[in-house]
C-alpha cells in the first residue's frame, strides 16, 4: 500500500491473530504487484462480528473483503445475502465479498485449495477424515473434481449422515468402504482437529502408505505425527501452511483479481518441505488406511 488515493482494504477476521501468516503473503504479493491493497488481521468476539460485516457492506467503505477463519466461519454464513461454492454443504464461510448490487456473498474454498494441493491424483480415490464442516467441504470438493470420495469419522453415523447428504447433493461419496478397498488411496486428507496439539495421534493409522499418496494435514505443520508417518512412506505431504498458500489464488479469484506468484513462488506447493523424500525402509506396496479412535 502506497498512501494514494483510496486503498482496498481486506480485512482477516479470526480469534488470536499473533500467529496468523497469510497477511505476511498477501502484503508481499500486493506490493510485488504494485496493488494499492492492505491484507490486515482483525481479531474479534463473536459478538462485535456483526459491525465487521457492516463495513464491508456500506456503499462508501474501502474494506473490499473479508477472510474469516476460526471461530467465526459458522457465524459468518448467517450474515451473508447468498451463499456459493461449498458454503452451503458445509454450513460456514471462509471469505466473503460485496457484490455489485451491494449484497454480501460468502464462500468456502477450503476443499477447492486441497485439491489444487493435490495435482494430477485428485480425481483418484481420496480418503477424507472427519466429517465435520471442513470434512463435507473437502469430500465434495473432490467428488465435483471426479474422484471417488470414502468419507469417514471417528463416529461412523456422522460420517454415514453426512455421505448421505453429499450423496443426495449429487456428489460420489461413501461412507461404508472396507479398509482393503481403500488400498493405494490417491490422496489421504486430515480434515479433524487431531494435530493441532502437540501429542496428537493422528487421525489415520496407516499400516503403510504408498509412495503415490498424496496427505492433506488440515490441522498442523510438519511436525504432527501423520507428517511425520508420510515422510516415513515417501509420501508427499502438503501441510496446512502449505494448504493455505494453495487457496491465496482462489480467494484472490473471489475478490476479483488475478494472483500471481513472486520468484519465490509464495504460493507452490510442490518444492522444500511440501516434498518428501522416498523412505529408505518403507514398503513398496499400498496398505489400507484404518480410522482411530
Known sequence: ??????????????????????????????????????????????????????????????????????????????????????????????????????????????????????????????????????????AAAFARAGAVVALRDANPDKAAAAAAALQAAGHKIRSDFADAELEGADVVVNATPLGERPGDEPPVAPRGLDPRTVVIDLAGGPATRLAGLARGFGCRLVDAGQAAAAQAPLLAGFFGFDWQDGPRGATRIAGGAGLCSPAKNGPSGPAAMVIAG
Open 1 to 138: 500500500m502506497d498512501g494514494r488515493g483510496p486503498a482496498q482494504l481486506f480485512l482477516i477476521v479470526g480469534g488470536p491473530t499473533a500467529s496468523m501468516r497469510s497477511p505476511a503473503i498477501w502484503n508481499a504479493q500486493f506490493a510485488r504487484t504494485g496493488r494499492n491493497a492492505l491484507l490486515a488481521p482483525l481479531a474479534i468476539r463473536a459478538d462485535d462480528l456483526p459491525a465487521a460485516f457492516a463495513l464491508l457492506r456500506s456503499p462508501g467503505s474501502n474494506v473490499s473483503g473479508l477472510i474469516v477463519t476460526t471461530p467465526h466461519k459458522r457465524a459468518a454464513a448467517g450474515l451473508v445475502d447468498r451463499l456459493d461454492g461449498d458454503a452451503p454443504i458445509a454450513g460456514v464461510v471462509n471469505a466473503v465479498r460485496r457484490d455489485a448490487d451491494g449484497h454480501l456473498r460468502g464462500t468456502l474454498l477450503d476443499g477447492d485449495a486441497c485439491v489444487a494441493a493435490a495435482g494430477p491424483r485428485a480425481t483418484g480415490l481420496v480418503f477424507v477424515a472427519g466429517a465435520g464442516d471442513a470434512g463435507r467441504a473437502v
